[in-house]
């Protein structure tokens, strides 16, 4: 945990100060050669003034990213290993210094950094609780007020009083999220920490975080968990290979990058089916779904052309009771030659989680190829064991073979709503999976 003092507004502009972190033109590359030559008139001299480096022999970590959080939003952070997310926060955090752009962070900042950053291994948990404190500038007055909640919140018994050094990752992350937590920041930055410890833990973060954004706190978190990304943030950063790729909607951000890199999933081998020898299908008649106002992601090179949502028996459908079948078709069409075709879908629920997926990828069944202009259809039947509400259904397809990956992705292309009537089972999770219940009366 690290914190970092705020720096003064020089700025007058209001909208600026409505601004908890502000980051522009950020870059960051690091030299594989260190000679102390460089290195000493990189001390001396002023980086301006210090002699230019060649780009060959560096590692571009992160170059022109720009990106602001309000006071009191949540902001997400996504990408693949390696896309400069870890740097990125320890620049936000003052632990690392950025190689050009800047960054501006206001009121009090904790960051939950590398699990165990700033532990002694072999101080206790109680020292080091202590030990945290004071590098957050609490002092140990105000650290004696706030023990007992911590030690509660970490829930590790009798281990507070045992060397770190003995503490499991999970023992250790437990003591430094409550520690992060209890200190009142006013901007917490996070990295992955909550992807450590068993999920009762997880749970109880999850619903302290809610109740820290409720009162105001700015949360920015770097998460390979999407869900926690829909559900907690409003926007949202992918990076890849140190740039920005996508700023934006949550929501928005997540299903552009679930696309991505389903297409690049497209790369592995799987069965195909010659389109010439599948039998034919008319299309419905029923009305189609209105696909041309819908937002769309990926490049067109192979793309939804037409939709129809169903009933069992054909009928155009948007209303459903709980357990009824749905029938989703699908007409693909190919703006170009492509191979390994792929066409699906994702239901999701009103907080944008995926309740179930699935595509003619999942099913180890691709299309063998398309010729420019060539068509199929993807016909998928589902039943809808779901708790009462409303829920939007994306669609997509996706082409690609080697690295010719080529997508097309309709979001929100329909809403199901589903009643649960009183003749019917009530559903009281998200989802009705089948089931046994069994009674007996016991012997003896």
Known sequence: MVSVPAPAHSSTDSSKESLAI?????????HRDSSIGYWLSRGLLSADSAPERSPEGCVVALQDVSFSVAHGASFGVIGRNGAGKSTLLQILAGTLQPSSGRRQVTGRVTALLELGSGFNPEFTGRENIYLAGSILGISRPEM????????????????????????????????????????????????????????????????????????????????????????????ALWLDQGRVRFLGEAGACVREYVAAMAAISGNAPAPTDDVSALDTEPLPTAPELALSDKERLGDGGVRIARAWLLHADGAFGATFRSGDWAVLVLLLQANRPVRAVSGGCEVRNRHGQV???????????????????????????????????????????????????????????????????????????????PYEIAIARPQG
């Open 22 to 30: 502000e980051v522009a033109g950020l870059g960051k590359v690091y």
């Open 144 to 235: 004696n007020a706030k023990f007992d909640e911590i030690v509660r919140f970490a829930d590790i018994g009798s281990f507070i009083e045992q060397p770190v050094k003995t503490y499991s990752t999970g023992m250790m992350m437990r003591v430094a999220f409550a520690v992060a937590i209890s200190v009142e920041p006013e901007v917490l930055i996070i990295d992955e920490a909550l992807s450590v410890g068993d999920i009762l833990f997880q749970q109880k973060c999850s619903r302290r975080l809610h109740e820290l954004v409720a009162k105001g706190v700015t949360l920015l978190v770097v998460t390979h968990d999407l869900s926690f990304v829909l559900s907690m943030c409003q926007r």
């Open 355 to 433: 309740i179930f997926a699935t595509g003619l990828r999942v099913a180890q069944r691709l299309i063998a190829e398309l010729p420019a202009g060539g068509t199929c259809l993807v016909k998928i039947r589902f039943r809808l064991e779901l708790q009462a509400g409303q829920y939007t259904v994306d669609v997509g397809c996706g082409a690609g073979a080697d690295a010719d990956n080529t997508w097309d992705r309709v979001l929100n292309a329909a809403v199901l709503e589903i009643s649960n009537p009183a003749d019917q089972e009530v559903i009281h999770g998200l989802v009705r999976l």
